[in-house]
């Protein structure tokens, strides 16, 4: 997958002519072009990209007809392609674009229960998360955690940071000093956009689709330690460049006492791993790590 945003990335050249040529094409005409790149992809590629896609999905959702392994993975590249597209050549073209939001409500019963402070918009990596933070950017005071110490993902970073969607790089911000960004971001009154299903091998032990893998703990240390609300929230690809945002009831959670804490870290962090579960169930084609997410269980653990 890496391979892939590296070539779309290279290029600045290109990329530029591009997007000053793009915006007198119409979007249905656009969109007809993503379908046909993606549905190439699909026929010509024969590599371990794809196989890992039509093995994690079994693996992960269980046993399905191999018709609709071949659906979910054509869907999957679908919006893969889509959202690439988006990002390295459609952000001038994000204004006009149709979000349709469900959940308005839960935004406004967390503004009012965090009491001057800000909450944590909580969601997994599914749909163009890229648009969903800058939609909420738009709206809010925002700031999110990315890893844009990567070669590859780095441009894409810097192209929403430009649109002035703030963010805090986790492979090169010391953790003391992201945590305590994000800490006094929310006590402003800031939101923070979180991102819960990234992986990394020093995150604490967890467990998603019941299995034990490793989740970061950052949003259910906020909300314990801050008493602000986590709004669980996902989005996905209605059709085309048309995006459905669901926002979902602003949950709260608490620690009994000061023993308690790290308990209810754990517990907190499970019912979070459920809710994007749940997400990956729902909008299977939708989430980004169909690629690679073998790679997160622990082996021999239960």
Known sequence: M?????????????????VRVLPIVPLWMLSFLCWGIASIWYLISRNGFLKNVKHNLTDVLGPMS??????????YLRNV?????????QTDRLP??????????HLQAAQQVASGKGFIIYTPHVGNFFNYYWYFSRRFDCLTVASAGSPELKPL???????????LDYDSVPALELYRSLKRHIQSGGVVFLL???????FPLSKLFG?????PEGTAMLALELQIPIVPFYGF?????????????????????TSGVRAARVETNLILNSFVERVIREQPASWFYWFNVHERWENGLQ
């Open 2 to 18: 890496y391979e892939w945003i590296a070539k779309l990335t290279s290029g600045e050249g290109e990329r530029s002519l591009l």
């Open 66 to 75: 191999e018709r609709k392994v071949r659906s979910l993975t054509r869907n």
């Open 81 to 89: 392609v889509f959202s690439l597209f988006e990002i390295c050549f």
């Open 96 to 105: 006009t674009y149709k979000f349709k939001l469900q959940g308005e409500e």
């Open 157 to 167: 970073y810097d192209r929403f940071a430009a649109l002035g969607c703030k963010g």
């Open 196 to 202: 819960g299903d990234f992986w990394r091998p020093s």
């Open 211 to 215: 299995r034990v893998t490793r989740t």
């Open 237 to 257: 690809r209605s059709y085309g460049f048309k995006h459905r945002l669901v926002v979902g009831e602003p949950l709260f959670v608490h620690a009994r006492d």
